[in-house]
């Protein structure tokens, strides 16, 4: 092909934004532009999206170049329809048609997606025009027939918890109608007992943001508490035009395997809407721990050293909160945490500001709690150790570990001050004495020798 005209020849044209999805009652609208960087060399002069009929040809179209839309308003698309499949068309043109040119084969690119296009018309020889025609199809899924739902399965929901729990959303739809209907949302009302015996809600808690969202800080359930009654609901919603039969007319429902009381559930007037209500009643209970010390029951540590205590705890170090040692929090600069299962580490800095004697560690979780005892024991003499307990010994096993097997952590030999009184030890003696005797009988016997010598 010679181009008889033009300084520029463009073998590409892109443009983006273009609305290529829509659902069934959508009006068609026409949102492409020019990429970026292609502005000045092409404009869009018209989508288009259209019906066609098994020969190809437009039933019904709509142009967002209002001249190319058809005269008989039959065929004019005004909204696309469930179970149909439409074509879309985009027809791009030079800015400069004097100056520049398309090429004759070219891909025109469509939201990053690239169509090939061979252009077949052009005007005196020259590509100023392409058009890519019924370029991209789309069909929408066919329109479900509304049907009513008579049974409803709600599966796995949280219906119990212990004080301090969060309430939190967990229930899901099961059964053969479960696409016919979605969760709304989840929520607990805090009853309380007014003065007159009447029992009200006074606070709540929403699974859904915008619904939690509405109530006062002072109404939100954030966590339940002890000795308090709450109730559980659900609010359901069908979707796609389907609608929910009426309790007279035989609708059901199940709540993690149970049978719901019937006169629990109401529907609203469009028959859209249900509320399940007073499903479950609770009062929250303190957690019993289940957490227990897998090593350090009745490890000791001598003053004096620079070792450190461990103690290993089965809990999730996940759900680990702190250390406390005879009541009091310890700092957290003060010891070390890592997983497996809780793996606690008292640092000598700490250790060395406890008294002599035993104390308490009691390690806190999110759920419960675990205490142990373990010895701080006075140093002697000039060593100074570190007793620790086997990992999965009992209480007493560790008890009897710790008169049997020592680590030493630190030896360090007194030379600063000299030992004297009590702190003696008489053997020293003893061996000195000894040797004292031993060299002055070596003595006078050379001593006699040397005289005989000498006589």
Known sequence: MEYKVGSRVFDRAEITGATLQFNDGDAPVFTAQVAAGEEGKYLIDSEQWSELD?????????????????????????????????????????????VDSFTEKMPVIINGESFPVTNTQPISGDYMTVYATNIKSMTLPSRQVPEDIKTIDVTNATLTYHAGDAPKATAALSGENATKYKI????WE???????????????????????????????????KEGKNYMYCIKLEAVDGNFFADVDTGLTMTLNGETVDASKITVDEGCDSLYAMELKTMQPTVAQSTYKFLEGENVSWSQGGNGTLRFRVNGEISKFTGVKVDGTLVSADNYTAQSGSTIITL?????????????????IYTDGECSADFEIKRATG??????TTEGGKSSSEAATATTTATATTESTTATNAPKTGDDSNPLVWIVLLAAACGGMAVVVRYKSKYLEKKM
Request: glycine content about 6%; hydrophobic content about 30%; proline content about 2%.
């Open 347 to 363: 640092k000598s800095g700490y250790l060395k500001d406890l008294s002599v004697g035993t104390h308490k560690i009691t390690v």
């Open 54 to 98: 098994e020969n190809g040809n437009k039933v019904k179209w709509c142009s967002s170049n209002k001249y190319d839309n058809p005269q008989d308003e039959s065929q004019l698309l005004k909204t696309f329809e469930a179970g149909k499949t439409y074509y879309y068309s985009v027809r791009i043109i030079l800015s400069m048609m004097t």
């Open 184 to 187: 709304v949302y989840e929520y």
């Open 382 to 387: 000039g060593t100074t150790t570190e007793t």
């Open 190 to 224: 805090e009853m309380e007992k007014q003065s007159d015996g009447t029992v009200v809600p006074v606070r709540f808690w929403y699974s859904d943001a915008a619904e939690n969202a509405k109530l006062a800080d002072s109404k939100k359930i954030t966590a339940f």
